[in-house]
């Protein structure tokens, strides 16, 4: 397993920006697949981005065209950038990792972050 550090999240009026990090260490970075997932209070926690080892990307359809997922293997970091957010976004946001894994299901990924909480104002 990794470990992972988010950062970043915070209070965003309706139609701004913020960029999400999570910090890897503890294992081989760049042989891990990376997930960004949400959880609002009373919901379950859903996929947003994925990126695999390769650099493949895919996006919630709720968030595709304003969030984009990237890599930085030799920073050991992974972002997303949340672009024209709504008030909708707000949630928790954590960083999860798997070795063999590129799935949407939580269940599926091995290691998890702390979570930082994003809050859009309308």
């Known amino acids: 397993q990794v470990l992972l550090v988010e950062s970043g999240g915070g209070l965003v009026q309706a139609g701004g920006s913020l960029r999400l990090s999570c910090a890897a260490s503890?294992?081989?970075?760049?042989?891990?697949?990376m997930g960004w997932f949400r959880q609002a209070p009373g919901n379950e926690r859903d996929i947003v981005a994925r990126i695999n080892w390769s650099g493949d990307t895919l996006y919630a359809d709720s968030v595709r065209g304003r969030f984009t997922i990237s890599r930085d293997n030799a920073k050991n970091t992974v972002y997303l950038q949340m672009n024209s957010l709504k008030p909708d976004d707000t949630a928790v946001y954590y960083c999860?990792?798997?070795?063999?894994?590129?799935?949407?299901?939580?269940?599926?990924?091995?290691?998890w972050g702390q979570g930082t909480q994003v809050t859009v104002s309308s």
């Open positions: 999860a990792a798997d070795r063999f894994y590129f799935g949407s299901s939580t269940e599926g990924y091995s290691s």
């Open positions: 503890g294992g081989t970075f760049s042989s891990y697949a």
